[in-house]
DNA sequence: TCGAGTCTTACTCAGTCTGAGAACAACGAG
DNA sequence: CTCGTTGTTCTCAGACTGAGTAAGACTCGA
């Protein structure tokens, strides 16, 4: 048997199938008070014309860059001016059904983002053009996108539960009502007011206080709230459930 | 612009830098009251030698079905003979850093597998031996299988508390007791018998009763146990919480 | 065959958590 | 100023949890 050296010397990459490696992200935001996601128009073929995730071939890269990479793309913001350091970032899952894909054999590695209320993304990259649509209102999209989108929003509506994840989706310094409104938007349903504040206090971790109020209550009336920052817990213990699927989810 | 026809005619798969993607395979099952997973000894270049997790590329299949066949193929099991039609199996995540094949760029898609125990695997594939190793026991494996390793170990006793998949380490016809082995074996720590008991019972779907009795008792005594088989319940709630993963964690 | 020890199952009890509702003060809009 | 809205705190009953106890049923070894 031949040693390391000589054996990876006289390896061929070529001998395999060629299959090419992608990354689909899907970006998340909370304009109004509701759910969007980022999506693309696609200007080329397959699938000219159609909504898309933002994404593309995975070059010299980390996966987990390959994503921010191509989220900075598509709405044209630069990493360091800020707004993309504040982005949550994971890994979804991977998609690779053969034929999903009609060019060639085509895997792609899907990521999650969550981000505070983005600027209006300036069209880039092979994307005719990208814009925040209401996840409710996403409709056909292109490959196996629309699957990978509902993936995404399982996921996240689960981690709010046990994770800080909603303070992603809220700025540097927010109110408790501004992060019950993160869970209404998620899950779509009203919480109730004083139980979610009781719960979210009593989380250790979760967030802290800053000892301010808000300048401003909000528009219809009220005291001025105070203010919280994102604490350092990584998980919330104990979760903040959802209100009862009722039973029949199983 | 061409029309969608001449545009999948001309594509140029060759056009991007070589990838390729691989599945491998977290394949845990109990033996003895421990949990195990299942490793193979590597018999060529790289990591010649090396413990890993079984694995390979991937062919013209989908990932799921890429596991199944490496997990049959590593095993010595065939689909069909009813072992491996029992296993659970899901995605768990892609690892793609550059360099974690001195090879070439891989991707690799790892799957999380469970069963009930499985007989001792037979070498195949490419493998010089393939064995089931307490999970404590792994020690160094190849690439970074460890880290994956450990992954599929958090999600796996994650998992166990918000679905039935203890009912996958079992066989077709159980004993609260032995679905309680399981959690003690991949939690790691004994659970307090007389509330498991009340706890599963009372999750709607988790298990059903087969209204048999076990034709024998425990080694050591006790009365005959109630049989019991998994329910319809994809998810349990309300969940079974690990014991107090002391608030520390975050 | 008998006793010791083990195990399943059921029950109890105090502490905690949860959902629902009410109370109150602070605030904006008209 | 008045009214409706909102942030925050309480209260209360029901559900759930961990810990302990108890009654049998059974195996094993003496």
Redesign the interface.
Known sequence: ??D?RD??DS?D??A??????TVDVVALTIRDGRLHVLLVERG???F?GWRALPGG???????DAAALRELAEETGLRPGEGVLDRVHLE?L??????GRD????V?S?AYLAFAPSLPDPRAGGDAAGAFWVPVDEAGELAFDHAAILADGLDRARAKLEYTPLATAFVGDEFTIAELRAVYAAVWGEELHAGNFHRKVLSV??FVESTGETAGRAGERGGPKPRLYRAG????L?PALLRPT?E?G??
């Open positions: 048997m031949s390391e054996f990876l390896y990459p070529g395999f199938a060629p299959v090419a490696v080329g073929h397959p000219a071939f995975v070059q010299e890269e980390t996966l890994q899952r991977s998609y690779g059904d053969p009609p060019r060639m054999r895997v590695v250790p971790g350092d817990a990584h998980l213990h699927r039973d989810v199983r």
